[in-house]
């Protein structure tokens, strides 16, 4: 029973190597089974409400056991991270074929290297998920940080070496930072491994304070944020569909789970966080507007839709901590739609720049309404989004009161975030079409990943998806921070 | 069949018959044979609805969901609900078939069946809902369901399409709005006041014990005791805020006034029984479970809250029935009168906080609010399919018309002429009986409370209101000149769509002396004052009938045609302040950043130190030899000092 848990998350990691043996067309249809493998893996272990644990190896103090687990909080984030990958490595069919031949390279040549990277970021991510161990956890994350920087500086746009190096060192230091204060958990507590830390309950504030900032550069925070739009703008739309909905967000969870072990620095320091927090929301809110390129914009919207998790993380408590959790998952269904929709409009149409863009309903009304989903996800309007803004209000609520210094910043940014996207869909898909341009047949790859996605965001709001799901999350996180062990 | 399959098919037959049509779009032929699938989708959830009103009256249905966290499937059937869910599905289907009609061969089938269809389950969920958290979710369905219908024309190629004069402008502003702004102005009220609701649903979650949102369950007294005066005011003016939103009182009544670019049977659903009714239907609901009237003595604050519903919803009416005074435009001339109405039911249903008086346990001003509503959406719903047909006849969307045309469209010049006079309040017909009852509601609060300002508010907004509806009837089919251009053409099912729903009024004068509780409220129509109140109001209907325009008014009739010069505020002040923001942050904030790390400092830092480190390195024996010796000379300078510190 617990050993599936190991193969679940296997089974992607073998494909990784095998499908760069096959054909695009094979290789890709491979990465999304085995993307689907965990995902149903998952949620049949979801269902049946179990959570499982097996052990890799033991090492001696400090690092510990290092060990996979399961349960209802890696679920979401596993659920999304599989569901993503998955669509996005169908959407890629045509999509880097497009772009191969765009830059002079031999697709099927090109691929075999593409798909191998691909899938080693997207199956790092998901180990990342499920690591038990914080050296295994920080393996992964730089493992995640090479291939994506690989990607990019390979398949990029515009000025993709410059773009790569500068998202490789940003990363760097945020990774660094983690690890450094992950060696100062290690140097304190004899352990890295997660749930004996949770036994332990402590991590001083010099850990947590390398932790916060190597992840706060990541996730990012105001100030640090300014490498997301160039790297989320400037790297190949399928890979920008895994940095910004997945990659960034992980930051989250890095601090999730820290802060289910000691939430002290989120509790002491809450004031200034959550004002950074909001600050970097509604700074990145308003950015949204000025942009002129599409992916531009939807990256200054993937940094406000950051600031909710910070916020979600400071306000912490059972509310705060699903709150983290589901918006990060609304947030992956809905960017990961809008970054493949912006691709589309660039392998179709090669136009990025909105103020060209309007009146493309007529031409492509299939990507056009796709973008409503996906904005509907970040603005949390009958979609999974909805509870997120839910538990993230309840949380505020909680944590502060009727305080309206804190409550009406949160509320906002939700409204910001529905006004940025219904003004980009007006801006960018009604109205006069103001280039000229003919209507072509589209790729069934590059819009049903989409849609499929979009209902998925839409499932996991009703049973018996979210009973489950949500349901579990509540149970397991009000265990966890009732001081249970994992 | 049991309850839980009811609903079921009351909810998603709409949905699921609506889907076909969607995935359809690329077909042109299958798309045009689908629209009938979808309008029976719509009566099944009638069916549905009957059944519900007639077999399971006043039950409380709970099927889980979230059980842990409260958020459950939970649907009642009390008075309002099965009422007013059977009123929707009804309207709803009527509008529907007369759409079979009126958008036969438009260019975007699919998205208008879709979202049609969207918007009356979201309606009906939010109609029987107990839950707040499920009613949100309705709520939140006819919010996009809205935008998507309103902008439904969204190429902004059609000036029959457009809300205002074209290249009219007033300073910096055009008063010319088109489909896809139109639908922009509603989302962007919509979210501005759905989040705050949102968080005043987190917060009564978080007060109310075990969890529990069910808005008929809820211990109201205990939890707004708990939150104390501020916490209530805050709550409950948080939520207020979203039904204002969505019922367009002031401020927030632009959006509904630019809602008129959709098709017209989106405007006619919209305006009755769905969306604006929305909000002041949930203010009802609630107010019905919090029974202010017994405990706003013990709970601080909450006075305060019902107050200022009060006055917002009765300036809103007086607002909008002086505006639509000016107004050139049909439906836009139908919309203002509507903020009115909703004003009206907000107004009256506000005023349940200080009227103990019940009927078969109701309180009496809410039964007053709750059948207004009704009786309005019938009507208007009516004035706004004959509109559609005066639109397609005219091709014109400003009122004009005379008795040649009402000769020759006798439905709608019948339809209008009942829908007109029963709504406005004039003795005998339906409106008058309600209105009555409501001069009798605001007559309590200057009696008992020494408030004059509603009473007068509400005499003054019913006398014009007479006034505007008189307009549109005499602009349209008597005194509106020559149209521009008359195709008149049998459209049977539009015919057949504003006589049916008009003919509802009758139904509803029947009920209110069949029905005990409606007789109780209709007896306020026999008092002397009452009878003064529709003579005038009849008055006013005549004289505006035969004298609808006077030159001497021109000026300010303009004014109130700009509606007061509101806009401003969603089209001039709110962008220039959020864009002045975006581009502070975007032209020095982003700039700045991305120069100091990315673009300019950090790396011409870098560079220069690597230069430096660089250029030390000249591989000449004599350079490393002085540095060596400066290193030794500073470390002996070092140590002298050291040595000759004390």
Known sequence: MIELLLLFLLVPLVVTFVAPLLPPRAASYLTALAFAVPFFGVLY?????????????????????????????????????????????????????????EMGLDPRKEFRKYIFIYDLYAVSMLWIVHSGNLLLLYVFLEIMLITAFLLIYLYGYGNRQWVGLLYFIWCLIAGVLTLVGFLVIASES?????????????????????????????????????????????????????????????????????????????????????????????????????????????????????????????VGGVFGTMGVAIQYMSHAFGKSILFMCAGGLIALYGLRDVERMGGLHDYVPELSNAAVIGFMNLAGILTVGML??????????????????????????????????????????????????????????????????????????????????????????????????? | MNAAHIFLALFLAPIVSSVPIAVAYRRKELVGKLPPLSVAGILVSLVCSVLLLLKFPDQHFEYPWLPQLGINFVLSTDYLSRLMGVVTALIAFI???????????????????????????????????????????????????SWGLIGHWYRDDDEITFVGVPDRRVGPLRLCWTPSFGGWRAISTIRLG?????????????????????????PWEEILRAAGAAGTVVILTMFLIGLFTKSAQLPFSEWLMTAMTGPTTV???????????????????????????????????????????????????????????????????????????????????????????????????????????????FAKATLFLVSGHLIHATHSRFSEGDLELASRMKAGFVATLIATTFLVGIPPLTAYWVKSAMDEVMEHLLIHEHMLLPLV??????????????????????????????????????????????????????????????????????????????????????????????????????????????????????PVVGFFVARLVENYGNRGIDGFFNTKVVPTLFRSLSRGVRAIQVGYLRSYTQIVLGLVMLALIGVAVWGVMP
Not at chain 2, 507 to 518: Q, S
Request: hydrophobic share 55%; proline share 4%; glycine share 8%.
């Open chain 1, 388 to 486: 997120g803004e839910l538990f993230i209000l309840r949380g505020a609520v909680e944590a502060f009161g009727l305080n309206l210094a804190y409550i009406l910043p949160i509320v906002f940014i939700f409204i910001l975030s529905g006004w940025y996207g219904f003004y980009t869909i007006r801006k960018v898909f009604y109205g006069r079409p103001r280039s000229e341009l003919k209507s072509k047949s589209i790729s069934g790859y590059l819009y049903v990943p989409l849609f499929v996605i979009g209902v998925l965001s839409v499932l996991f709001l009703f049973p018996p998806l979210s009973s489950s799901l949500v349901g579990n999350l509540y149970e397991c996180v009000r265990y966890l921070i009732g001081g249970g062990a994992l």
């Open chain 1, 190 to 314: 004899g352990t890295l491994a997660l749930d004996e830390l949770m036994h332990l309950h402590k991590i001083s504030t010099v850990a947590w304070a390398f932790i916060f900032f190597g992840m706060v550069i990541e996730l990012p925070g105001l100030g640090p944020h300014i490498w997301l739009p160039w790297a989320h703008a400037e790297a190949p739309t399928p890979v920008s569909a895994l940095l910004s909905p997945l990659t960034v967000g992980l930051a989250g969870y890095v601090m999730l789970r820290i802060s289910l072990v000691d939430p002290s620095f989120f509790v002491v320091y809450r004031t200034p966080i959550f004002a950074y927090a909001a600050l970097t929301s509604i700074y990145a809110g308003f950015a949204v507007f000025m942009q002129k390129d599409f992916k531009r914009l939807l990256a200054y919207s993937t940094i406000s839709q950051m600031g909710y998790i910070l916020i979600a993380l400071c």
């Open chain 2, 95 to 145: 509008i529907a078939v007369y759409g079979l009609d009126y958008m036969r061969g438009d260019y975007r089938l699919p998205w208008y069946w879709f979202f049609f269809n969207l918007f009356t389950a979201s309606m009906l969920l939010v109609v029987y809902s107990d839950n707040l958290f499920l009613l949100f979710v309705g709520w939140e369905g006819l919010g996009i369901a």
């Open chain 1, 45 to 101: 272990l979801l269902f049946g409400g179990v959570t499982a644990d097996v052990t890799l190896m033991r090492f001696p103090a400090p690092v510990g056991r290092l060990y996979v687990f399961s349960d209802a909080i890696t679920a979401v984030f596993s659920l999304s991270i599989c569901a993503v990958s998955a669509m996005v490595a169908l959407y890629a069919i045509p999509y880097m074929e497009h772009r191969f031949k």
């Open chain 2, 457 to 574: 508010l509400l005499l003054a907004t019913s006398v014009t209101y007479s006034v505007i509806l008189a307009r549109f009837f005499t602009l349209n089919f008597f005194k509106g000149g020559k149209p521009h251009h008359l195709h008149l053409e049998r459209l049977p099912l539009m015919e057949f769509g504003y006589l049916a729903m008009v003919s509802m009024l009758f139904v509803i004068l029947y009920m209110l002396f069949e029905r005990h509780e409606l007789f109780e409220l209709a007896k306020a129509g026999f008092k002397p004052a009452s009878l003064l109140v529709g003579v005038a109001v009849l008055v006013a209907f005549l004289v505006a009938t035969f004298k609808p325009r006077v030159a001497a008014l021109s000026k300010i009739g303009t004014f109130f045609n700009d509606r007061m010069y509101l806009p401003f505020l969603n089209d001039f002040i709110s």
């Open chain 2, 267 to 377: 405007s006619a659903l919209l305006h009755s029984a769905t969306m604006v009714a929305a909000g002041a239907f949930v203010f009802m609901k609630i107010t019905w479970y919090i029974r202010p009237w017994e405990v706003a003595a013990a709970v601080p604050g909450l006075e305060t809250v019902y107050l200022l519903a009060l006055l917002v919803g009765l300036f809103s009416a007086f607002y909008g029935a002086l505006t639509a005074t000016g107004m050139l435009e049909r439906k836009v001339l139908l919309a203002a009168s509507t903020m009115s109405s909703l004003g009206l039911m907000f107004g009256t249903a506000a005023a349940s906080c200080w009227i103990h008086e019940e009927i078969a346990g109701m309180n009496f001003a809410l039964l007053v609010a709750f059948w207004y509503l009704v009786t309005h959406a």
């Open chain 2, 194 to 218: 759905d989040v705050p609701m949102f968080l005043a649903i987190a917060a009564l979650w978080m007060l109310s014990p075990e969890h529990n949102i069910n808005i008929s369950q809820m």
